[in-house]
């Protein structure tokens, strides 16, 4: 075939290489991370409404193993607030232990990316998330204060497999397939794909609790998890080689575990003047986002239980009420979120450019013409046809202004505050769905929030860099399902559990006012990745 070939023979064939072309773009490396996303998501999701009322049960039979026995409709059995309280305390105590064993995991399963790559660190979290719900059937079966006990046992288990640390292993490895101006629009889609496996285990959850019994939806995960662990370890993209730059300084073991805390750290900066400045935009921007999770991370959970006292919410209800909040949020992401990002970003890049020219050029500067050889363009046709290409160096991507995705970060979180206090006025359930259903359309601020954090750092940087932003967001989510649990357990008691969104809201102002102070390192400036001695330094913020 290639003897037959000459100058004039089409590269780009017609036919049935179009199609190979489509499947093969279908079955990218990409998209087959975004379903992996899929599958895990909806597993995990089959168990997050059913454990809310597990919870709940328990609670009651708790409360009822040492007090009188109720004396009314089977219905209004557990409607009492000591219950609602237990419950709130209960859950939050969950999504607290969770969220520590989160932030172990982290440092974990970071550190098994760096040894085995994404696809053996992914196989390892689902075959021990597979194992946890394994045990949380033994507690549902249990049922009262033993019950709740091992229900919240089972949670140690994710120190070395959780839910954060497959997420960890999806960001690293859209980080290492995907092209780096593409970032932000990958990372929202892989929220949007999670977002809808968390809609359809959501829905299948509630349902399947209510049809087959309160213990078929954890028997369901676990078989769906066996699923996914095949799907990880036949179908997983293959990780790309590492270029000698990136690999020598990226550094597993002890020396590299505590790495992305130092992402963290204020960063140095030389000039091309020489001077050396300090950057805290990656102070800011951690500031901002933990503030951001904490105000707003709380809602899906506060949206359930304000509903399940209120307007006495089942499983069935509380199924359809976050599906419907994912299916949109999801939605939103996968094809709203991307195109508001490129839009953005051209938006931004259009008026920087203009601006530039208004400033620098001026009308006779502009029609200059260069009358040295290598002020000019090569002609065409004498470049060397046989000169090798090869991709571009990591440090040389092409890569658009990602001003923008700081700008939409700020601001969707605005909308979201303003959108979670609009729930605290519900007084009819179906308020209750209007503000489940309108809160997606704030969403955008985590996966804008690794754009800016990935552009932030250079190359060698990014797996620690996604590390940092994941455990900032685990670390805001311990404290708002800790803080912001009591504050709802506490105004359940008082009968006013419905000003705890108003608490969220204004929390949402102080982290929008935080990523104001967020700025992208100077431009055209060389970071100093070794500590050294400097004479003339100033602070940027």
Known sequence: ?????????????????????????????????????????????????????????????????????????????????????????????????????????????????????????????????????????????????????????????????????????????????????????????????????????????????????????????????????????????????????????????????????????PQKYRLESGKVVKNYGLVFLALGIFFGVFATGYAPI????????????????????????????GIFLMFIFPEIIDGGRRWFAASSRSGALRKTLTEEERGLIPTHPEDMDPAPGLMNAAEPTKAPPPDEEEDEDSTFDLFFLRWSLVVDGIVTSLAAWATEGWHVYAAAFLLPFASGSAPAAKGVITDMCPPHMRQDALSAITLLESAATLATQGIFGFIFATLSEIGKPNLTFFVNAALAVVAVGILLLADYPPAKATRIENEEPQENSSVQG
Not at 244 to 256: F, H, L, R
Not at 306 to 324: C, K, Q, V
């Open 1 to 265: 075939m290639a003897a037959d070939a000459d100058e004039r023979t089409p590269l780009l064939k017609s036919g049935a290489g179009a199609v190979k072309r489509v499947g093969r773009s279908l079955w990218s490396p990409a998209n087959r991370i975004l379903f992996a996303g899929f599958l895990v998501s909806l597993t995990l999701g089959l168990t997050q409404v059913p454990i809310i009322y597990v919870f709940r049960v328990m609670a009651c039979e708790t409360f009822y193993g040492t007090h009188a026995p109720f004396d009314g409709p089977a219905a209004n059995m557990c409607q009492r607030r000591e219950i609602d309280a237990n419950t709130a305390r209960q859950v939050s105590i969950l999504g607290m232990t969770t969220s520590v064993c989160g932030i172990l995991n982290l440092f974990i399963c970071g550190d098994l990316i760096k040894r085995w790559g994404t696809r053996w660190a992914l196989i390892s979290q689902t075959v021990l998330l597979g194992i946890r719900v394994s045990c949380q059937i033994v507690a549902v079966s249990a049922g009262g204060q033993r019950g709740i006990d091992l229900m919240q046992y089972t949670q140690l288990i994710g120190i070395v497999g959780g839910p954060r640390g497959y997420m960890l292993v999806l960001n690293n490895a859209v980080a290492e397939v995907v092209e780096r101006r593409k970032h932000t629009g990958v990372f929202g889609r892989l929220q949007g794909a999670v977002m809808i496996g968390t809609a359809i285990g959501y829905l299948l959850g509630g349902v399947l609790g209510d049809v087959l019994g309160i213990s078929s939806p954890f028997i369901t995960a676990v078989g769906c998890f066996a699923v996914t662990t095949i799907y990880g370890a036949i179908l997983w993209p293959a990780s790309p080689g590492l270029s000698d730059e990136t690999a020598s300084k990226t550094t597993p073991g002890a020396s590299g575990f505590l790495a992305p805390i130092k992402i963290l750290m």
């Open 302 to 329: 506060l949206i359930q239980m304000y509903a399940t006292s209120r307007f006495n919410f089942g499983t069935t209800e509380n199924g359809i009420l976050m599906s419907g909040n994912s299916w949109i949020r």
